[in-house]
């Protein structure tokens, strides 16, 4: 087999990445990486300490509703994709009383927007009074 010679830059780039990594999320007393090799078991508990902190910081302000995503599809042009976006936004706003308000102003948007088609007008306006 033949051995594969790595830069001794690339090691110790990586080595300062590592520890840099684990000061951050374990704090100063986190034990230096010099000269010493990670094993499979450390960097297993590295990962999932970062990740369950990634979780802890993030916040539901970051969070996108899932509604936001559907809002798009109201301006699609085939049919079939615009009512089923129609369908689940009132769907939603039945389901969840808070998001309602949103949703409203949503569909008030895309009829005062005057993009679509009268048929397209009377779907939304329909389902907004079944709200």
């Known amino acids: 087999m033949k051995k594969v010679n790595v830069p001794s830059s690339i090691i110790n780039s990586m080595k300062n990445i590592m520890a840099k990594t ?3 999320f374990f704090g100063a007393s986190a034990r230096t990486l010099k000269d010493e ?8 508990d590295i990962q999932k300490e970062a990740y369950s902190k990634s979780i802890k ?29 129609t369908n689940h936004l009132a769907a939603i706003a039945a389901a969840r009383p808070k998001y309602a308000p949103a949703i409203k102003s ?9 993009r679509l088609n009268d048929e397209k007008l009377e779907y939304i306006k329909r389902k907004l009074d079944n709200i």
């Open 22 to 24: 684990k000061r951050r």
């Open 106 to 114: 949503i569909f008030a948007e895309v009829i005062a927007n005057r």
């Open 57 to 85: 910081r993030s916040s539901k302000q970051n969070c996108t509703p899932p509604y936001m995503e559907l809002s798009a599809q109201l301006l699609a042009e085939e049919t079939q994709i615009f009512q089923a976006a």
């Open 37 to 44: 090799k990670v094993t499979f078991e450390e960097a297993v």
